[in-house]
């Protein structure tokens, strides 16, 4: 049964999202966190930041991780093949179909009709992770999180990844540093 969830889970996901990457996130986290309370929004925000980091698509990545925590290799496999599946299936139909009716303007209109709702659903996920940062690191600091790494991407030709690794390495040695400062070794 656990694993036709998983299944169940990672089609539905897959199915109704539309938009890319970062769209099924907000998807995947109504089946994982909501719906299935297969882990909490703190874990579930972890998975996709470490997930983001690693290449690939992130649906992907996320039902390989939710789907081994939750059901071991099978979950793993069973999440992978339903995140994978309806998106290999719709781009062939989809494509096909929008490749048929392209000069139609009510195709052209549909496609870009799905611009700001995939750009909502974004900023909810977006509000929802810097209220998580702020959990921790309190408003004013998560903020300014915000601001900078912001500047860093707008104004810096800085991929997100070297960003994100830069942030990985400070919080791993950043207190490693204070602390022998702290000590008066340094």
């Avoid at 093949?81 to 490749?99: F, K, R």
């Avoid at 303007?105 to 992770?129: D, K, S």
């Avoid at 309190?138 to 991929?159: D, S, Y």
Wanted: with cysteine.
């Amino acid at each position: 049964m656990r694993y036709f969830q998983i299944f169940v889970g990672f089609f539905r996901a897959g199915m109704l999202c539309f938009g890319g990457g970062p769209a099924s996130i907000p998807f995947v986290h109504r089946e994982a966190v909501v719906r299935y309370k297969w882990m909490d929004d703190e874990e579930f925000s972890e998975a996709v930041v470490i997930g983001n980091t690693l290449p690939g698509p992130i649906n992907t990545k996320l039902a390989g991780y939710i789907g081994f925590r939750v059901g071991g290799f099978w979950g793993m496999l069973s999440a992978i093949l339903a995140a994978v599946l309806p998106t290999a299936v719709l781009m062939v139909v989809l494509m096909t179909t929008l490749a048929h009716f392209s000069e139609y303007p009510w195709a052209r209109g549909m496609t870009r009709a799905m611009f700001p709702v995939v750009g909502v659903m974004l900023a909810v996920m977006g509000w929802q992770f810097l209220a998580l940062a702020a959990k921790g690191l309190k408003w004013p600091v998560a903020i300014a999180h915000v601001i900078v790494v912001g500047a860093m991407v707008w104004f810096l030709p800085l991929h997100p990844a070297i960003i994100l690794a830069g942030l990985f390495a400070w919080a791993f040695l950043g207190h490693k540093i204070t602390a022998l400062f702290k000590r008066g070794n340094v």
